[in-house]
T-cell receptor
Framework: DAKTTQPTSMDCAEGRAANLPCNHS???????VYWYRQIHSQGPQYIIH???NNETNEMASLIITEDRKSSTLILPHATLRDTAVYYCIVAGGTSYGKLTFGQGTILTVHP | SAVISQKPSRDICQRGTSLTIQCQVDSQVTMMFWYRQQPGQSLTLIAT?????????ESGFVIDKFPISRPNLTFSTLTVSNMSPEDSSIYLC???????????FGEGSRLTVL
């Protein structure tokens, strides 16, 4: 699976949009971009995934660049409960479920 | 989305003993996975639990140390054998959503080995 690069940490003010970047320059054609988050002492939570089109659900939006080498997860109105480690993962083909978690981005939402 | 229950949620064990962690899912799932999260670290896949056949282990993990059972489509167990303090971790069960590709995780079993 392709490797991803994320900033170690980010801050965001409550109520503002949180934009979390991810680089995945070695992504291959059949690999999806997945985002998960892990709130302290809990299991990881699936957020969203996409192949090449932008995606939106009730939690977040995923913007994937046209060349698919990077993406941005957008939390439109961050709350204190969004404070977590956010993982960007590239996987696909026969590797569904076999996710390679990097160190992720620690997002801190402050009042 | 699947609801996953793990038991025990936490335990403190003595060196040299073994502990079996249970994972129960509220629906039938094809793919079940076991992950480990060492203190301050990210998650690492241990193995894929296959129903009706032996588990498939990732590099660095062996069946003798982490035997896995998968008797049906809703249940799996992971045993951590002959434990040492280095096995102190959170062990997480996960399942793949049918057709969606996304994984759902249990809350994890926090294991401390003294």
């Amino acid at each position: 699976d392709a490797k991803t690069t994320q900033p170690t940490s980010m801050d965001c003010a409550e109520g503002r949009a949180a934009n979390l970047p991810c680089n995945h320059s070695t992504i291959s054609g059949n690999e999806y971009v997945y985002w998960y988050r892990q709130i302290h002492s809990q299991g990881p939570q699936y957020i969203i995934h996409g192949l090449k089109n932008n995606e939106t659900n009730e939690m977040a939006s995923l913007i994937i660049t046209e060349d698919r080498k990077s993406s941005t997860l957008i939390l439109p109105h961050a709350t204190l409960r969004d404070t977590a480690v956010y993982y960007c993962i590239v996987a696909g083909g026969t590797s569904y479920g076999k996710l390679t978690f990097g160190q992720g981005t620690i997002l801190t939402v402050h009042p | 989305s699947a609801v996953i229950s793990q038991k025990p949620s936490r335990d403190i064990c003595q060196r040299g003993t073994s502990l079996t962690i249970q994972c129960q899912v509220d629906s039938q799932v094809t793919m079940m996975f076991w992950y480990r999260q060492q203190p301050g670290q990210s998650l690492t896949l241990i193995a894929t639990a296959n129903q009706g056949s032996e588990a498939t282990y990732e590099s660095g993990f062996v069946i003798d140390k982490f035997p896995i059972s998968r008797p049906n489509l809703t249940f799996s167990t992971l045993t951590v054998s002959n434990m040492s303090p280095e096995d102190s971790s959170i062990y997480l069960c996960s399942v793949e959503d049918t057709g969606g590709g996304e994984l759902f995780f249990g809350e994890g079993s926090r294991l401390t080995v003294l």
